[in-house]
């Protein structure tokens, strides 16, 4: 899967199919500027900036799941890596290949800048 895949809104769900939450945004890895999001890289309506239409195609980079938000309080936020992606149904939906306990376990925070 590549980061280009993920969309904010797509509901996540873990390996027993547990809905774990829904992407707020996701993050591609560059080697010139580390970590860049897809709200920075595409301008409203108009798509990706020019020249760069290749920056969100690359397995490298994770994406934010809220979980557990109820009217934007209360809750955790999961930095899940790219390589966590089982599948991905366009627009719908991301399945991971752990349990809720793993992930919760593992990506409670953001990765840091390389």
Not at 73 to 99: F, I, K
């Amino acid at each position: 899967m590549q980061v280009s895949d993920i969309n904010a809104g797509m509901t996540v769900f873990d390996s027993d199919g547990t809905d774990l939450g829904e992407v707020m945004e996701a993050w591609a890895y560059t080697e010139g500027y580390g970590y860049i999001a897809r709200k920075e890289y595409e301008i409203a309506d108009y798509g990706p900036v020019g020249g760069t239409t290749t920056l969100m195609e690359t397995d490298a980079g994770y994406f934010q799941v809220k979980q557990g938000h109820t009217l934007g309080v209360g809750g955790r936020d999961l930095y899940v890596p790219m390589s966590e992606v089982q599948s991905v149904v366009p627009e719908e939906r991301v399945t991971l290949h752990s349990t809720r306990e793993v992930c919760e376990e593992r990506y409670g925070q953001p990765p840091t800048q390389k």
